[in-house]
């Protein structure tokens, strides 16, 4: 008979039987093997952001695409800073758009989405159904089937190419977002609202200082979610915007060009700066995102 497993607090076995640690074995070496085969690229574009063209080239010919620069060349990185631009926009003016664009859609996109997701789940009213039924299924549909549409519309508001689309464009409060708001205000007792009701507070009150603060842990994930997206979010801004390219946008439309002109290491150091913001929000909200996620999805 198998012995009694003990638990620690953390609920971490104490104790393994041989073919648990096994197994256990085996699924470690398969996640460090895939955890190196993330990191490997990220290297990979670190050390060749420090070489020059003819170097660079020279590597990938002989097949060495980790050897040493001989002579580390940090100019690459200032080069891309001072003198980098696409479209009539520095490469400072780019990563101004990414820093405002993405905290406007992140903040307005997981606000919209929890107030439509507060009013479907606590609120009846004459077709909720069958416009949850339509949110549902618009969500099935891929997004190149209705970018023609889209696009159409956002030139007949007269806000394609100006700042105003970002705006605009989260105004939806539906996806992904919706779905996740809409199940934890589901799950949060009305009573909190009611007893703002007995003291002679609206929906407004009950909303804003008693729903909302209870939910700051899903709506702090999404944000920083949302955030990541949309700093790597490129082809939204090429498209709608093109005269305001963000980080992503520019380094996608110049790629070429640096490629055949030899300047390679300069666009690799340009990347690896426009990813230090994302590595730096992920590092200090990490454990925010991945306490707030469960098999099924977002926890409060």
């Known amino acids: 008979m198998r012995k009694k497993r003990d638990y620690d607090n953390d609920g971490i076995l104490k104790q393994r039987t041989k073919s648990e640690r096994v197994v256990f074995a085996i699924v470690f070496a398969l996640f460090a093997f895939y955890a190196l085969s993330l990191i490997f690229p990220f290297l990979w574009l670190i050390v060749n952001s420090f070489k020059d063209g003819a170097e660079y080239a020279i590597g990938v010919s002989l097949r060495q695409p980790f050897s040493l620069p001989e002579k580390w060349l940090f100019s690459n990185y200032t080069y891309a800073i001072s003198q980098m631009e696409y479209n009539g926009n520095t490469y400072l003016h780019m990563f101004f758009y990414s820093v405002v664009f993405s905290i406007i859609a992140s903040l307005e996109g997981v606000f919209m989405s929890a107030l439509t997701g507060y009013g479907f789940s606590k609120f009846q009213f004459k077709g909720k159904s069958v416009m949850y039924a339509v949110v549902i299924f618009s969500m099935t549909i891929p997004i190149i089937g209705t970018m023609g549409a889209n696009f159409k519309l956002m030139s007949d508001l007269g806000i394609y ?6 705006v605009v464009a989260n105004l939806g409060g539906f996806g992904f977002n919706f779905l996740v708001m809409y199940g934890y205000f589901k799950n949060l007792s009305w009573s909190y609202a009611e007893a703002v009701f007995v003291d002679g507070g609206g929906h407004f009150t009950a909303f804003f ?17 949302a955030m990541i997206t949309s700093w790597n979010d490129y082809m939204t801004y090429i498209l709608y915007m093109p005269d305001y390219p963000t980080i992503a946008a520019g380094m996608y439309s110049i790629e070429q060009s640096l490629f055949r002109t030899g300047q390679v290491p300069i666009y690799f150091a340009a990347l690896v700066l426009s990813i230090i913001p994302v590595l730096i929000v992920f590092a200090l909200f990490s454990n925010t995102i991945m306490k707030n996620f469960t098999m099924g999805g977002l926890k409060g």
């Open 209 to 225: 200082r008693i729903m909302l603060p209870q939910a700051a842990a899903p709506i702090g994930t999404l944000f920083i979610m």
């Open 161 to 166: 190419n100006t700042p105003w689309y970002v």
